[in-house]
């Protein structure tokens, strides 16, 4: 079983900047695809940016592209998204994702297996 747990959200001034982190225990997800997902009040959880296994390959939707960065640390078992020049569109729940499946299809939230809780990013005008 693996457990995902998110930290950094908090309440930002738009322009500023958080990091989230995303803790991972109870096994190794160094193969999997690790992702950030952001689900707005009143709509769908979207898909924000992925990793592959290897770090060498992501994805950004493009409404963070330039602005997000995700990384993994595997030494750590954490995954990381810093979010620079926040909107306040950028609010919502965030939540961090493991999937075993191919990172080509890594956008589509249902081949991912593991879920964390959760955690507020709040980004004010």
């Known amino acids: 079983q693996v457990q995902l747990v998110e930290s950094g959200g908090g309440l930002v001034q738009a322009g500023g900047s958080l990091r989230l982190s995303c803790a991972v225990s109870?096994?190794?997800?160094?193969?999997?695809?690790m992702g950030w997902f952001r689900q707005a009040p009143g709509k769908e959880r979207k898909t924000i940016a992925a990793?592959?296994?290897?770090?060498?390959?992501?994805y950004y939707a493009d409404s963070v592209k330039g602005r997000f960065t995700i990384s993994r640390d595997k030494d750590k078992n954490t995954l990381y998204l810093q979010m620079n020049s926040l909107k306040p569109e950028d609010t919502g729940v965030y939540y961090c994702?493991?999937?075993?499946?191919?990172?080509?299809?890594?956008?589509?939230?249902?081949?991912?297996?593991?879920w964390g809780q959760g955690t507020q990013v709040t980004v004010s005008s």
């Open positions: 109870g096994r190794t997800v160094s193969t999997y695809t």
């Open positions: 990793i592959s296994w290897s770090g060498g390959s992501t």
């Open positions: 994702a493991a999937s075993h499946n191919l990172f080509k299809r890594c956008v589509i939230a249902l081949t991912y297996d593991y």
